[in-house]
């Protein structure tokens, strides 16, 4: 059975400091997902992550992939207030479409 | 373009009622998903479309669960005799590229389903 392990579940830090979001998932995966949620809101995506060594940026935000670990990790850099939400890494498998996600880490940025 | 929509936003029920609960995915996108999430967890995998017919449904959790896609478009999911269990807010994700390697899905706003 595929699980997926997000650390850690909450996360509260200053805006201007870096921090690291990691995902562990238990079996070989095909993609890696990671979606943003605020309250009361649906899931928005943030990054496909596709093979070993890939890495994406968008803004503050950093998404990278090592399949040898099965090790995701979302490097926020330079924290704003903005970013305060819940992030949720997730996984498919070979054969299947359907996404397994981690139970999310809920990030707060105190200015 | 318009994105996923999900009506209604919000369904209070008693226990024991049924309830049906409608996705419209994104114009073109063949493939549809219902995802359940219960307060402070991810999202859930329930059932998958392609097209009409359920390519998996391994993921509703009993018989009172059942999900339709008659013309290959919006989608209904539909709770019989409902329980108190059953409260979360139920998502739907359409993607355009199944089987391929980017098959990003869309989410919609959700139902939040109470059930009283």
């Known amino acids: 059975e595929l699980k997926v392990e997000q650390n850690p579940l909450f996360l509260s830090m200053q805006e201007g400091k870096n921090y690291t979001i990691y995902c562990n998932y238990s079996t070989t995966s095909d993609r890696l997902y990671w979606y943003r949620q605020d309250p009361g809101k649906s899931l928005e995506s943030l990054f496909v992550?596709?093979?070993?060594?890939a890495v994406k940026q968008e803004g503050r935000l950093m998404a990278s992939l090592d399949t040898k670990a099965r090790l995701s990790t979302l490097h926020i850099t330079a924290a704003v207030h903005d970013l305060s939400a819940t992030y949720f890494c997730?996984?498919?498998?070979?054969?299947?479409?359907?996404?397994?996600f981690g139970k999310g880490t809920k990030l707060t940025v105190n200015p | 373009g318009a994105g996923v929509s999900q009506t209604p936003s919000n369904k209070v029920t008693e226990k024991g009622k049924y309830v049906e609960l409608r996705c419209d995915p994104i114009s073109g996108h063949t493939a549809l998903y219902w995802y359940r999430q219960s307060l402070g967890q991810g999202p859930e995998f329930l059932i998958y479309?392609?097209?009409?017919?359920?390519?998996?449904d391994s993921g509703l959790p009993n018989d009172r669960f059942f999900a339709v896609r008659p013309e290959g478009s919006v989608s209904t999911l539909k709770i019989q005799r409902t329980e108190r269990g059953d409260s979360a807010v139920y998502l739907c994700?359409?993607?355009?590229?199944?089987?391929?390697?980017?098959?990003?899905?869309?989410f919609g706003p959700g139902t939040r389903l109470t059930v009283l």
């Open positions: 997730a996984v498919d498998r070979g054969g299947s479409e359907k996404l397994v």
């Open positions: 992550l596709l093979s070993n060594g």
């Open positions: 479309f392609q097209g009409t017919g359920a390519a998996d």
């Open positions: 994700a359409s993607s355009l590229n199944p089987g391929t390697m980017v098959n990003e899905q869309f």
